[in-house]
Protein backbone atom coordinates (compact mmCIF):
# COMPACT_ATOMS: atom_id res chain seq x y z
CA UNK A 1 0.00 0.00 0.00
CA UNK A 2 1.60 3.37 -0.98
CA UNK A 3 -0.74 5.52 1.64
CA UNK A 4 -0.83 5.71 5.43
CA UNK A 5 -2.58 2.22 7.55
CA UNK A 6 -5.67 4.29 8.10
CA UNK A 7 -9.19 3.62 7.99
CA UNK A 8 -11.66 6.30 8.09
CA UNK A 9 -14.97 7.79 6.22
CA UNK A 10 -14.99 11.21 5.17
CA UNK A 11 -18.77 12.38 4.38
CA UNK A 12 -20.32 15.82 4.05
CA UNK A 13 -23.43 17.34 5.83
CA UNK A 14 -24.72 20.83 5.02
CA UNK A 15 -21.36 21.83 4.21
CA UNK A 16 -19.65 20.05 6.69
CA UNK A 17 -16.94 17.48 6.45
CA UNK A 18 -16.80 14.77 9.25
CA UNK A 19 -14.13 12.03 9.51
CA UNK A 20 -14.75 9.01 11.19
CA UNK A 21 -12.04 6.47 12.57
CA UNK A 22 -13.38 3.31 11.54
CA UNK A 23 -11.21 1.54 14.35
CA UNK A 24 -11.20 3.84 17.18
CA UNK A 25 -14.51 6.24 16.45
CA UNK A 26 -12.55 9.42 16.27
CA UNK A 27 -14.74 12.41 14.79
CA UNK A 28 -12.92 15.42 13.28
CA UNK A 29 -14.71 18.41 11.42
CA UNK A 30 -12.50 19.36 8.85
CA UNK A 31 -12.25 21.98 6.19
CA UNK A 32 -12.82 20.52 2.35
CA UNK A 33 -9.03 20.67 1.58
CA UNK A 34 -8.27 18.87 4.70
CA UNK A 35 -11.24 16.13 4.33
CA UNK A 36 -10.12 15.47 0.75
CA UNK A 37 -6.43 14.79 1.41
CA UNK A 38 -7.68 12.23 4.58
CA UNK A 39 -9.66 10.71 2.28
CA UNK A 40 -7.20 9.88 -0.07
CA UNK A 41 -4.49 9.36 2.63
CA UNK A 42 -4.66 5.45 3.04
CA UNK A 43 -4.15 5.07 -0.65
CA UNK A 44 -2.11 7.61 -2.26
CA UNK A 45 1.66 8.98 -1.50
CA UNK A 46 1.47 12.76 -1.14
CA UNK A 47 2.66 14.01 -4.70
CA UNK A 48 -0.14 11.74 -5.78
CA UNK A 49 -2.69 13.99 -3.82
CA UNK A 50 -0.86 17.20 -4.70
CA UNK A 51 -1.46 16.22 -8.21
CA UNK A 52 -5.30 15.01 -7.95
CA UNK A 53 -5.93 18.52 -5.69
CA UNK A 54 -3.59 20.50 -7.25
CA UNK A 55 -5.82 22.28 -9.67
CA UNK A 56 -8.92 22.55 -6.76
CA UNK A 57 -6.42 23.75 -4.14
CA UNK A 58 -2.86 25.78 -3.65
CA UNK A 59 0.23 23.55 -3.74
CA UNK A 60 1.59 24.68 -0.15
CA UNK A 61 -1.94 24.51 0.94
CA UNK A 62 -2.41 21.00 0.01
CA UNK A 63 1.31 19.96 1.96
CA UNK A 64 0.50 22.02 5.09
CA UNK A 65 -2.69 20.35 5.53
CA UNK A 66 -0.84 16.74 5.12
CA UNK A 67 1.72 17.69 7.45
CA UNK A 68 -0.98 18.25 10.24
CA UNK A 69 -2.99 15.32 9.35
CA UNK A 70 0.20 13.05 9.95
CA UNK A 71 0.91 15.06 13.61
CA UNK A 72 -2.61 13.62 14.32
CA UNK A 73 -2.08 10.17 13.42
CA UNK A 74 1.18 10.67 15.11
CA UNK A 75 -0.91 11.82 18.32
CA UNK A 76 -3.29 8.83 17.89
CA UNK A 77 -6.43 10.73 16.93
CA UNK A 78 -6.34 8.35 13.51
CA UNK A 79 -5.94 4.56 14.54
CA UNK A 80 -2.76 3.17 12.55
CA UNK A 81 -3.72 -0.30 13.97
CA UNK A 82 -6.11 -3.33 13.00
CA UNK A 83 -8.58 -4.27 14.94
CA UNK A 84 -7.25 -7.49 16.97
CA UNK A 85 -9.25 -10.59 16.19
CA UNK A 86 -11.74 -10.87 18.87
CA UNK A 87 -12.37 -14.27 20.86
CA UNK A 88 -15.41 -16.14 20.56
CA UNK A 89 -17.92 -14.23 22.35
CA UNK A 90 -19.12 -16.28 25.66
CA UNK A 91 -22.40 -18.12 25.44
CA UNK A 92 -24.81 -16.57 27.99
CA UNK A 93 -27.91 -16.16 25.99
CA UNK A 94 -30.77 -17.90 25.82
CA UNK A 95 -34.12 -17.88 24.00
CA UNK A 96 -36.58 -20.05 25.33
CA UNK A 97 -39.65 -21.17 23.59
CA UNK A 98 -42.46 -21.49 26.05
CA UNK A 99 -44.91 -21.72 23.18
CA UNK A 100 -44.72 -23.36 19.75
CA UNK A 101 -48.12 -22.17 18.92
CA UNK A 102 -49.71 -18.61 18.95
CA UNK A 103 -53.21 -17.15 19.54
CA UNK A 104 -52.76 -14.80 16.67
CA UNK A 105 -52.15 -15.34 12.72
CA UNK A 106 -50.26 -12.28 11.55
CA UNK A 107 -50.30 -12.34 7.68
CA UNK A 108 -46.52 -11.88 7.85
CA UNK A 109 -45.28 -13.98 10.60
CA UNK A 110 -42.35 -16.53 9.67
CA UNK A 111 -43.51 -19.21 11.74
CA UNK A 112 -46.61 -19.48 9.76
CA UNK A 113 -45.51 -22.71 7.71
CA UNK A 114 -43.41 -24.32 10.50
CA UNK A 115 -45.12 -27.27 12.04
CA UNK A 116 -43.59 -26.71 15.27
CA UNK A 117 -45.62 -23.65 15.58
CA UNK A 118 -49.16 -25.14 14.14
CA UNK A 119 -49.95 -26.38 17.95
CA UNK A 120 -49.59 -24.97 20.99
CA UNK A 121 -46.87 -27.04 21.90
CA UNK A 122 -46.65 -25.80 25.43
CA UNK A 123 -43.18 -26.58 27.01
CA UNK A 124 -43.44 -28.40 30.09
CA UNK A 125 -41.82 -28.43 33.37
CA UNK A 126 -39.96 -31.88 33.07
CA UNK A 127 -38.27 -30.87 29.73
CA UNK A 128 -37.84 -26.88 30.87
CA UNK A 129 -36.00 -28.91 33.64
CA UNK A 130 -33.80 -30.80 30.84
CA UNK A 131 -33.56 -27.14 29.37
CA UNK A 132 -32.26 -25.56 32.30
CA UNK A 133 -29.46 -28.21 33.25
CA UNK A 134 -28.19 -28.22 29.84
CA UNK A 135 -28.00 -24.18 29.84
CA UNK A 136 -26.24 -24.01 33.21
CA UNK A 137 -23.35 -26.39 31.92
CA UNK A 138 -23.33 -24.62 28.95
CA UNK A 139 -23.26 -20.80 30.20
CA UNK A 140 -19.72 -19.36 30.41
CA UNK A 141 -18.95 -16.38 31.67
CA UNK A 142 -20.44 -13.25 34.74
CA UNK A 143 -23.34 -12.42 32.54
CA UNK A 144 -26.71 -14.16 31.81
CA UNK A 145 -29.74 -13.82 29.48
CA UNK A 146 -32.78 -15.08 28.88
CA UNK A 147 -35.55 -14.20 26.41
CA UNK A 148 -38.83 -16.23 26.83
CA UNK A 149 -40.40 -16.47 23.15
CA UNK A 150 -42.78 -18.03 20.79
CA UNK A 151 -45.20 -18.46 19.68
CA UNK A 152 -47.05 -16.32 22.35
CA UNK A 153 -44.89 -16.92 25.39
CA UNK A 154 -47.56 -15.72 27.66
CA UNK A 155 -50.00 -19.11 26.50
CA UNK A 156 -47.84 -20.55 29.33
CA UNK A 157 -47.09 -17.92 32.04
CA UNK A 158 -47.20 -20.79 34.62
CA UNK A 159 -44.15 -22.25 32.74
CA UNK A 160 -42.49 -18.79 33.05
CA UNK A 161 -42.53 -17.99 36.25
CA UNK A 162 -40.86 -21.82 37.01
CA UNK A 163 -38.05 -21.23 34.34
CA UNK A 164 -37.52 -17.61 35.71
CA UNK A 165 -37.55 -18.17 39.49
CA UNK A 166 -35.12 -21.26 38.66
CA UNK A 167 -32.68 -18.80 36.56
CA UNK A 168 -33.16 -16.37 39.32
CA UNK A 169 -32.06 -18.73 42.04
CA UNK A 170 -29.00 -20.11 40.10
CA UNK A 171 -27.85 -16.59 39.21
CA UNK A 172 -28.10 -15.75 42.61
CA UNK A 173 -25.81 -19.37 43.61
CA UNK A 174 -23.23 -18.21 41.03
CA UNK A 175 -23.09 -14.30 41.51
CA UNK A 176 -24.34 -13.83 38.04
CA UNK A 177 -25.90 -11.08 36.44
CA UNK A 178 -29.01 -11.83 35.00
CA UNK A 179 -31.42 -9.69 32.58
CA UNK A 180 -34.66 -10.80 31.79
CA UNK A 181 -36.53 -10.20 28.70
CA UNK A 182 -40.12 -11.23 27.13
CA UNK A 183 -41.49 -10.32 23.59
CA UNK A 184 -45.09 -10.70 23.46
CA UNK A 185 -47.89 -9.68 21.20
CA UNK A 186 -49.94 -8.03 23.96
CA UNK A 187 -53.39 -9.95 23.80
CA UNK A 188 -52.93 -11.84 27.06
CA UNK A 189 -51.76 -9.32 29.24
CA UNK A 190 -53.15 -9.44 32.67
CA UNK A 191 -52.93 -7.12 36.39
CA UNK A 192 -51.51 -10.22 37.70
CA UNK A 193 -48.56 -10.97 35.02
CA UNK A 194 -48.38 -7.57 34.58
CA UNK A 195 -47.67 -7.28 38.57
CA UNK A 196 -44.94 -10.38 38.52
CA UNK A 197 -42.84 -9.13 35.47
CA UNK A 198 -42.22 -5.63 37.06
CA UNK A 199 -41.87 -7.59 40.39
CA UNK A 200 -39.44 -9.53 38.98
CA UNK A 201 -37.43 -6.60 36.42
CA UNK A 202 -38.72 -8.58 33.11
CA UNK A 203 -38.53 -5.82 30.53
CA UNK A 204 -40.84 -6.11 27.74
CA UNK A 205 -40.74 -5.76 24.26
CA UNK A 206 -44.72 -5.52 22.70
CA UNK A 207 -45.51 -6.20 18.92
CA UNK A 208 -47.06 -2.95 17.77
CA UNK A 209 -47.23 -1.92 14.03
CA UNK A 210 -47.88 1.69 14.60
CA UNK A 211 -51.23 3.27 14.70
CA UNK A 212 -54.65 1.14 14.60
CA UNK A 213 -55.39 1.17 11.25
CA UNK A 214 -51.71 -0.04 10.22
CA UNK A 215 -51.59 -1.97 13.22
CA UNK A 216 -54.81 -4.63 12.55
CA UNK A 217 -53.77 -4.46 8.50
CA UNK A 218 -51.64 -7.16 9.31
CA UNK A 219 -51.73 -8.45 13.11
CA UNK A 220 -54.52 -10.10 13.39
CA UNK A 221 -56.32 -13.30 15.13
CA UNK A 222 -56.17 -16.78 13.31
CA UNK A 223 -60.32 -15.45 12.76
CA UNK A 224 -58.95 -12.58 11.09
CA UNK A 225 -60.59 -10.33 13.97
CA UNK A 226 -58.18 -6.72 14.34
CA UNK A 227 -56.59 -7.28 17.42
CA UNK A 228 -55.38 -3.81 18.80
CA UNK A 229 -58.29 -3.23 20.22
CA UNK A 230 -57.65 -6.15 22.55
CA UNK A 231 -53.97 -5.28 23.07
CA UNK A 232 -55.12 -1.50 23.89
CA UNK A 233 -56.18 -1.45 26.95
CA UNK A 234 -53.58 -4.29 28.31
CA UNK A 235 -50.70 -1.70 26.89
CA UNK A 236 -52.35 0.93 29.30
CA UNK A 237 -52.09 -0.79 31.96
CA UNK A 238 -48.59 -2.02 31.47
CA UNK A 239 -47.18 1.69 30.75
CA UNK A 240 -49.09 2.86 33.68
CA UNK A 241 -47.69 0.08 36.10
CA UNK A 242 -44.52 1.64 34.94
CA UNK A 243 -43.26 -1.48 33.45
CA UNK A 244 -40.24 -1.56 31.43
CA UNK A 245 -41.76 -1.81 28.04
CA UNK A 246 -40.73 -0.93 24.84
CA UNK A 247 -42.88 -1.39 21.65
CA UNK A 248 -41.72 -2.76 18.13
CA UNK A 249 -43.45 -2.28 14.55
CA UNK A 250 -42.60 -3.88 12.01
CA UNK A 251 -42.74 -2.08 8.79
CA UNK A 252 -44.56 -3.44 5.65
CA UNK A 253 -45.40 -2.60 1.86
CA UNK A 254 -48.35 -0.90 3.48
CA UNK A 255 -46.87 1.89 5.30
CA UNK A 256 -43.06 2.30 4.66
CA UNK A 257 -42.79 5.79 6.52
CA UNK A 258 -40.87 5.27 9.48
CA UNK A 259 -42.24 8.82 11.14
CA UNK A 260 -45.88 7.36 10.87
CA UNK A 261 -45.08 4.33 12.46
CA UNK A 262 -43.10 5.75 15.05
CA UNK A 263 -45.56 8.69 15.38
CA UNK A 264 -48.26 6.35 16.29
CA UNK A 265 -46.30 3.77 18.74
CA UNK A 266 -45.92 7.06 20.90
CA UNK A 267 -48.90 7.95 20.55
CA UNK A 268 -49.72 5.17 22.62
CA UNK A 269 -47.74 6.97 25.76
CA UNK A 270 -44.44 4.59 25.23
CA UNK A 271 -41.17 6.37 25.70
CA UNK A 272 -38.89 3.26 24.36
CA UNK A 273 -39.59 2.51 20.23
CA UNK A 274 -38.49 0.79 17.72
CA UNK A 275 -39.04 -1.01 14.63
CA UNK A 276 -37.54 -3.68 12.18
CA UNK A 277 -38.57 -4.28 8.06
CA UNK A 278 -40.64 -6.90 7.41
CA UNK A 279 -38.71 -10.22 5.72
CA UNK A 280 -41.83 -12.66 5.23
CA UNK A 281 -41.41 -13.71 1.98
CA UNK A 282 -44.53 -12.72 1.13
CA UNK A 283 -44.69 -10.66 -2.38
CA UNK A 284 -47.24 -7.85 -1.54
CA UNK A 285 -46.29 -7.68 2.27
CA UNK A 286 -42.37 -7.31 1.31
CA UNK A 287 -41.12 -3.84 0.91
CA UNK A 288 -40.22 -3.55 -3.51
CA UNK A 289 -37.62 -2.14 -4.47
CA UNK A 290 -39.04 1.24 -5.32
CA UNK A 291 -41.04 0.90 -1.48
CA UNK A 292 -37.55 0.18 0.01
CA UNK A 293 -36.24 3.22 -1.94
CA UNK A 294 -39.44 5.07 -0.20
CA UNK A 295 -38.63 3.65 3.30
CA UNK A 296 -34.71 4.72 2.83
CA UNK A 297 -36.20 8.06 2.68
CA UNK A 298 -38.20 8.61 5.10
CA UNK A 299 -35.47 6.71 7.73
CA UNK A 300 -33.33 9.51 6.27
CA UNK A 301 -35.61 12.39 6.99
CA UNK A 302 -36.25 10.95 10.43
CA UNK A 303 -32.83 11.00 11.48
CA UNK A 304 -31.91 14.08 9.93
CA UNK A 305 -34.66 15.42 12.43
CA UNK A 306 -33.30 18.52 15.06
CA UNK A 307 -34.02 16.86 18.01
CA UNK A 308 -33.22 18.60 21.30
CA UNK A 309 -33.65 15.71 23.97
CA UNK A 310 -32.69 12.24 24.28
CA UNK A 311 -35.84 10.95 24.60
CA UNK A 312 -36.46 12.26 20.97
CA UNK A 313 -33.70 10.12 19.56
CA UNK A 314 -34.58 7.04 17.32
CA UNK A 315 -33.77 3.80 19.48
CA UNK A 316 -31.51 2.62 16.94
CA UNK A 317 -29.44 6.12 16.97
CA UNK A 318 -29.16 5.83 20.73
CA UNK A 319 -27.84 2.35 20.45
CA UNK A 320 -25.47 3.37 18.30
CA UNK A 321 -24.32 6.86 20.00
CA UNK A 322 -23.68 4.68 22.94
CA UNK A 323 -21.72 2.25 21.11
CA UNK A 324 -19.43 4.92 19.11
CA UNK A 325 -19.25 6.67 22.76
CA UNK A 326 -18.54 3.64 24.80
CA UNK A 327 -15.76 2.05 21.69
CA UNK A 328 -17.87 -0.79 21.50
CA UNK A 329 -17.58 -3.04 18.17
CA UNK A 330 -19.75 -5.38 16.95
CA UNK A 331 -18.10 -8.55 15.37
CA UNK A 332 -20.89 -9.94 14.95
CA UNK A 333 -24.56 -9.22 13.22
CA UNK A 334 -26.11 -10.51 16.25
CA UNK A 335 -25.67 -13.71 18.93
CA UNK A 336 -26.92 -15.95 16.79
CA UNK A 337 -25.31 -19.73 16.90
CA UNK A 338 -22.67 -17.86 18.85
CA UNK A 339 -23.36 -16.25 22.65
CA UNK A 340 -27.15 -17.02 22.05
CA UNK A 341 -29.44 -20.15 20.63
CA UNK A 342 -33.00 -20.44 20.88
CA UNK A 343 -34.50 -23.66 22.50
CA UNK A 344 -37.99 -24.98 20.70
CA UNK A 345 -40.24 -26.88 23.28
CA UNK A 346 -39.18 -29.89 22.13
CA UNK A 347 -35.34 -29.62 23.13
CA UNK A 348 -34.49 -28.96 19.61
CA UNK A 349 -31.62 -26.26 19.40
CA UNK A 350 -31.85 -23.50 16.96
CA UNK A 351 -29.17 -20.69 16.26
CA UNK A 352 -31.80 -18.51 15.42
CA UNK A 353 -35.34 -18.36 16.15
CA UNK A 354 -35.72 -16.94 12.77
CA UNK A 355 -33.89 -19.44 10.96
CA UNK A 356 -35.87 -22.55 11.82
CA UNK A 357 -35.33 -24.95 9.33
CA UNK A 358 -33.26 -27.21 10.99
CA UNK A 359 -32.25 -27.76 14.46
CA UNK A 360 -28.45 -28.52 14.98
CA UNK A 361 -29.17 -30.52 18.07
CA UNK A 362 -31.04 -31.37 20.95
CA UNK A 363 -30.34 -30.49 24.56
CA UNK A 364 -30.54 -34.18 25.09
CA UNK A 365 -27.70 -34.89 23.03
CA UNK A 366 -25.41 -32.77 25.50
CA UNK A 367 -23.65 -30.73 22.22
CA UNK A 368 -22.66 -27.19 23.22
CA UNK A 369 -23.63 -23.99 21.58
CA UNK A 370 -20.33 -23.21 21.54
CA UNK A 371 -19.87 -26.20 18.81
CA UNK A 372 -21.52 -24.65 16.29
CA UNK A 373 -19.86 -23.28 13.14
CA UNK A 374 -22.96 -20.80 12.12
CA UNK A 375 -21.11 -17.40 12.48
CA UNK A 376 -18.14 -15.85 10.75
CA UNK A 377 -16.42 -12.53 12.18
CA UNK A 378 -17.40 -9.49 10.23
CA UNK A 379 -14.15 -9.09 9.08
CA UNK A 380 -14.27 -12.51 7.82
CA UNK A 381 -17.00 -11.98 5.45
CA UNK A 382 -16.81 -11.07 1.65
CA UNK A 383 -19.19 -8.57 1.62
CA UNK A 384 -18.39 -6.97 4.94
CA UNK A 385 -14.76 -6.39 5.47
CA UNK A 386 -14.17 -3.57 3.86
CA UNK A 387 -17.04 -1.68 5.05
CA UNK A 388 -16.33 1.56 7.35
CA UNK A 389 -19.43 0.98 9.63
CA UNK A 390 -18.73 -2.90 9.98
CA UNK A 391 -18.27 -2.76 13.48
CA UNK A 392 -21.46 -0.86 14.07
CA UNK A 393 -23.51 -3.38 11.92
CA UNK A 394 -21.33 -6.48 12.23
CA UNK A 395 -23.17 -8.26 9.34
CA UNK A 396 -27.53 -7.35 9.72
CA UNK A 397 -29.84 -9.37 10.35
CA UNK A 398 -29.17 -13.28 8.81
CA UNK A 399 -33.01 -14.34 8.69
CA UNK A 400 -34.31 -10.92 6.86
CA UNK A 401 -30.98 -11.51 4.51
CA UNK A 402 -31.58 -14.72 3.78
CA UNK A 403 -35.51 -14.25 3.18
CA UNK A 404 -35.02 -11.55 0.77
CA UNK A 405 -32.44 -13.19 -1.28
CA UNK A 406 -31.25 -16.53 -0.59
CA UNK A 407 -28.33 -15.84 1.14
CA UNK A 408 -26.51 -14.49 4.38
CA UNK A 409 -25.25 -11.64 2.92
CA UNK A 410 -26.75 -8.38 3.73
CA UNK A 411 -29.03 -6.71 1.85
CA UNK A 412 -27.50 -3.63 0.15
CA UNK A 413 -30.86 -1.65 1.17
CA UNK A 414 -30.42 -2.81 4.75
CA UNK A 415 -26.12 -1.52 4.30
CA UNK A 416 -27.46 1.57 3.49
CA UNK A 417 -30.14 1.99 5.95
CA UNK A 418 -26.97 1.24 8.61
CA UNK A 419 -24.30 4.01 6.89
CA UNK A 420 -26.98 6.48 7.25
CA UNK A 421 -27.73 5.81 10.89
CA UNK A 422 -23.93 5.97 11.74
CA UNK A 423 -23.60 9.43 9.99
CA UNK A 424 -26.41 10.75 11.50
CA UNK A 425 -25.55 9.72 14.72
CA UNK A 426 -21.74 10.94 14.05
CA UNK A 427 -23.05 13.85 13.42
CA UNK A 428 -25.19 14.45 16.45
CA UNK A 429 -21.92 13.13 18.50
CA UNK A 430 -19.94 15.80 17.04
CA UNK A 431 -23.08 18.39 17.28
CA UNK A 432 -22.85 17.47 21.42
CA UNK A 433 -19.69 18.26 21.41
CA UNK A 434 -19.57 20.94 20.34
CA UNK A 435 -22.25 22.46 22.71
CA UNK A 436 -20.34 21.30 25.81
CA UNK A 437 -17.04 22.43 24.41
CA UNK A 438 -15.69 25.12 26.96
CA UNK A 439 -15.82 29.03 25.10
CA UNK A 440 -12.53 29.92 23.18
Known amino acids: MDGLPIEVHVFEHEGIHFV?????????????IAAEIISRISSSKLDDIESSLSPKYPADEIRCWYAQILSMIEDGVFSTTAIPRPKRPPFHRLVIMLAGGCNMGCTYCFERDVPVYQKPNLLTQEKADEILEWYFKSHEGNKAHVQFYGGEPLMNFPILIYVLERMEEWAAGKDIALSKYLITNGTLLNDRIISYLKEHNVSVQISIDGAP??????????SGEATMKRIAPRLKKALDSNLDVNLRAVVTSNNTDVQNVTDGLKAYGAEHV????????????DLSAEQWQSFLSSYKDLLNQPFTTWSEL???????????????????????????????????????????????????????????????????????KGCWARYLCGGGCLHQSYT????????PTYCEMKRNLVEASVRKIAEIRSLRAPAS
Do not use: W
Request: hydrophobic residues 35%.
Open 213 to 222: NTHDAHRVMK
Open 314 to 384: PHDMQRTIVRICENEHMFYGCGAGVSEVTVAPDGNIFECQRLYKDPYANVASGRRPQDSEFLTMVDDREIC
Open 404 to 411: EHGTLDPL
Open 274 to 285: SFEVVASGVKNI
Open 20 to 32: FDVRNYAIVRLPA
